[in-house]
């Protein structure tokens, strides 16, 4: 019997509720008896989040090049699935990770108008074919998200480089998460995240558990 753990990804704009769902399944998770690995995207090793840190914050004082961006992105994630992903998977454990590969996608590709097809490419390197079981992607609008943002950050913390870029920007990273939905819909669950906190985790709980017993249930043949 093949013991392979499952491996879950949250996507979706500033603001949507991600962290927040994924809490509550990894809550549930743990429950009812499951190991799970809660990480996220960038970061999630030590050098991964030495470059979430140059991602996120302007120290340098130099803007990025697009091709920059793209990479490092995808040297995070490269780092965070030999180090992380895979070797909890191989041995049964859950993974649960707050954005994957489909934000570079959203965001790069489809926001910042890196040809997609290369940041496919560039993703596909990366991964080393840990493809998520699942992803659940929670939309919402970009007004929503702005606001979501600034009543976040009312206590004085800064945003980070990419929640200051414009609205425009934000409007082509969600019609790329939409596009990406449309392009996989086998894995990408598209949630509408207007809706309350718990309507969404009793929905994603329920695509889940039905993943778990089809996933247990194919293991055993």
């Given at each position: 019997?093949?013991?392979?753990?499952?491996?879950?990804?949250?996507?979706?704009?500033?603001?949507?509720?991600?962290?927040?769902?994924?809490?509550?399944?990894?809550?549930?998770?743990q429950?009812?008896?499951?190991?799970?690995?809660?990480?996220?995207?960038?970061?999630?090793?030590?050098?991964?989040?030495?470059?979430?840190?140059?991602?996120?914050?302007?120290?340098?004082?130099?803007?990025?090049?697009?091709?920059?961006?793209?990479?490092?992105?995808?040297?995070s994630?490269?780092?965070?699935?030999?180090?992380?992903?895979?070797?909890?998977?191989?041995?049964?454990?859950?993974?649960?990770?707050?954005?994957?590969?489909?934000?570079?996608?959203?965001?790069?590709?489809?926001?910042?108008?890196?040809?997609?097809?290369?940041?496919?490419?560039?993703?596909?390197?990366?991964?080393?074919?840990?493809?998520?079981?699942?992803?659940?992607?929670?939309?919402i609008?970009?007004?929503?998200?702005?606001?979501?943002?600034?009543k976040?950050?009312?206590?004085?913390?800064?945003?980070?480089?990419?929640?200051?870029?414009?609205?425009?920007?934000?409007?082509?990273?969600r019609?790329?998460?939409?596009?990406?939905?449309?392009?996989?819909?086998?894995?990408?669950?598209?949630?509408?995240?207007?809706?309350?906190?718990?309507?969404?985790?009793?929905?994603?709980?329920?695509?889940v558990?039905?993943?778990?017993?089809?996933?247990?249930?194919?293991?055993?043949?």
């Amino acid at each position: 019997m093949n013991t392979k753990g499952l491996f879950i990804t949250f996507e979706g704009p500033e603001g949507s509720g991600k962290s927040t769902q994924v809490r509550r399944l990894v809550a549930h998770l743990q429950e009812v008896g499951h190991e799970v690995v809660c990480t996220r995207e960038p970061g999630g090793t030590p050098t991964g989040e030495l470059i979430r840190d140059i991602l996120q914050h302007d120290k340098s004082g130099e803007s990025l090049a697009p091709e920059t961006e793209v990479l490092l992105f995808a040297s995070s994630r490269a780092q965070l699935v030999h180090h992380v992903i895979i070797p909890a998977l191989d041995t049964g454990i859950f993974v649960i990770s707050d954005r994957f590969v489909d934000s570079t996608t959203a965001y790069q590709g489809y926001g910042r108008g890196f040809p997609v097809d290369d940041v496919l490419k560039i993703n596909d390197f990366a991964i080393d074919k840990a493809i998520p079981d699942i992803t659940f992607l929670l939309d919402i609008g970009v007004e929503v998200s702005m606001q979501r943002l600034h009543k976040r950050h009312q206590g004085g913390a800064q945003l980070d480089r990419i929640e200051r870029e414009e609205h425009s920007f934000h409007e082509k990273v969600r019609h790329g998460y939409l596009e990406l939905a449309k392009r996989w819909p086998e894995r990408i669950y598209l949630l509408d995240g207007m809706r309350s906190e718990d309507e969404l985790e009793e929905e994603i709980w329920g695509k889940v558990s039905s993943k778990i017993h089809h996933h247990h249930t194919t293991d055993d043949f």
